[in-house]
């Protein structure tokens, strides 16, 4: 919030040049993906996984970094094969004619 309303209300000028570059913009769309895709794919994980369930420290982290860099990995493919091409159709069909 400390964040968010100075930018809002036109006070952090920095802030806004950074946070407008495209980079973040992508990195918001992957971010998203990640975050509504990451149960879905621990389901998988943990459902296709045939060792018992150890509880080894190691093992746990092992199997931490797998399900985020799979969960990385599809979240980037649906981001553009699904994501990118209809925000781009939107964006042709509802743009502004000037006739």
Same mark, same amino acid.
């Given at each position: 919030? +400390?964040?968010?309303?100075? /930018?809002? $209300?036109?006070? /952090? ?9 495209? $980079? ?5 769309? $992957?971010? =998203?993906?990640? =975050?509504? +895709?990451? +149960?879905?794919?621990? =389901?998988?994980?943990? %459902?296709?996984?045939?060792?018992? +369930?150890?509880? %080894?420290?190691?093992?746990?982290? /092992? ?11 599809? /979240? ?7 994501? %990118? ?15």
């Amino acid at each position: 919030m +400390l964040i968010i309303y100075p /930018a809002m $209300i036109g006070k /952090a000028k920095p802030l806004c040049a950074i946070m407008g570059n495209p $980079i973040f913009n992508c990195l918001a769309k $992957i971010t =998203y993906a990640i =975050y509504m +895709l990451h +149960l879905v794919v621990f =389901y998988w994980y943990m %459902s296709t996984t045939l060792q018992g +369930l150890e509880y %080894s420290i190691i093992l746990l982290i /092992a199997r931490a970094v797998d399900v985020f860099a799979i969960t990385i990995a599809v /979240a980037l493919i649906m981001t553009l094969l699904f994501e %990118s091409p209809v925000i781009n159709m939107e964006k042709y069909l509802f743009r502004k004619r000037y006739d």
